[in-house]
């Protein structure tokens, strides 16, 4: 008896002790609970959190020099596939600007160079003005590209044609990426909500580079009394020029075909090398509206008129060959001459004299 009365004593206590337990303890839980539930994250607070990445993602995107330079420390470091991604990235930052587009296209050429890809570095380097006005590192790469191949099979301008589809889809790509997915921070009280309003940015469409450069002395305008004087030669044109941009659909291949000093006459070399061109010209204008002009060029070395009549032959000598060979680009063929208007290169060493005396090939819809 006694014990069951100390026995029920003692639960009297403990029950005690959990009442007083609970009344004093239930404060702090309730406050640890609110706290919990506090930082339990919203699907609004979650979405805020996403776009603060977005934005950050955006804000450490690298900028045109950054990338250059990683380009430059990639290729250097004989890292060339890095290099193109990088120098692609820089190409794109440039935005408009000519003198950023022309290093991005330059640096892009040697890195391609340095992967053995001739044909995009060749295409590359034409954008870059090496067939223009470049700086003289852009046509130092240009003539050692062009010296180290003598001659152009069709699988090579095959090539070369298709690289510049395909780097001109790349930038049409870049183009609608740029224009319907990336934003821009503003300081709108709908961006502090978690909202963004898609903004255009700069992209790397391309200008024509025949519009922002300066027009040679010899094509300034003239009064109509002396244009009415040179009725043949009116004066450079772009032909073919690959610095045209997303929208144009002529591509040109500046074909080495060999000619001696003040001669129209093809060389065996050179008339292997017109085969060639005739193969690819069957293959290109086959069920197609475009024909192609046949561009004779010479060196630096004679008169005005002469080197005129000159240029006109050896177009007319490659013209007449390659119906001889192939009847069916008959009436898909045009020749002019122009000369020496479009010296590749203004070095008097033979070298450069040499791929001077070239002929270029134009993919038009039109007979100039």
Partial sequence: MKLTTQHNQENKELKGLNRFFQQAMAPTMMVALVCACATQPTPETKSAKTNSIIIKSVETQLNYEQYLEQGKSALNGGNPTQAIENFKQSLRKAGNEQGLLQEAYGNLGLAYV??????????????????????????????????????????????????????????????????????????????????????????????DKETHRPIPAETKPKSNTQASKRPKHPGPTALGSTHSGIQSNEKSLDIRIIFAVNSAELTPEGQIQADELGKLLQQELQNSYQIAVL??????????????????????????????KFPGL??????????????????????????????EVKLSRSAE
């Fill in 114 to 207: 340095a992967v053995s890809d001739n044909p995009k570095a060749q295409v590359y380097l034409e954008k870059a003005g090496a067939k223009e006005q470049a700086p003289t590192w852009i046509k130092n790469a240009y003539k050692n590209l062009l010296s180290s191949q003598t001659f152009m099979t069709t699988e090579y301008m095959d090539k070369k044609l298709r690289a510049e589809i395909e780097i001109e889809q790349e930038q049409a790509q870049w183009l609608a990426t740029d224009q319907g997915t990336l934003v821009e921070r503003t300081d709108t009280d709908d961006e502090r909500r978690g909202f963004f309003i898609p903004k255009q940015t700069s992209t790397v469409a391309m200008l």
């Fill in 330 to 359: 008959k009436d898909k063929l045009s020749e002019r001459g122009m000369g020496k208007r479009q010296l590749l290169f203004k070095e008097a060493d033979e070298e450069s004299q040499t791929l001077n005396r070239r002929v």
């Fill in 295 to 324: 561009v004779g060029h010479s060196d630096i070395k004679g008169s005005d008129a002469y080197d005129d009549h000159l240029s006109e032959r050896r177009a007319a000598a490659v013209k007449s060959y390659l119906v001889s």
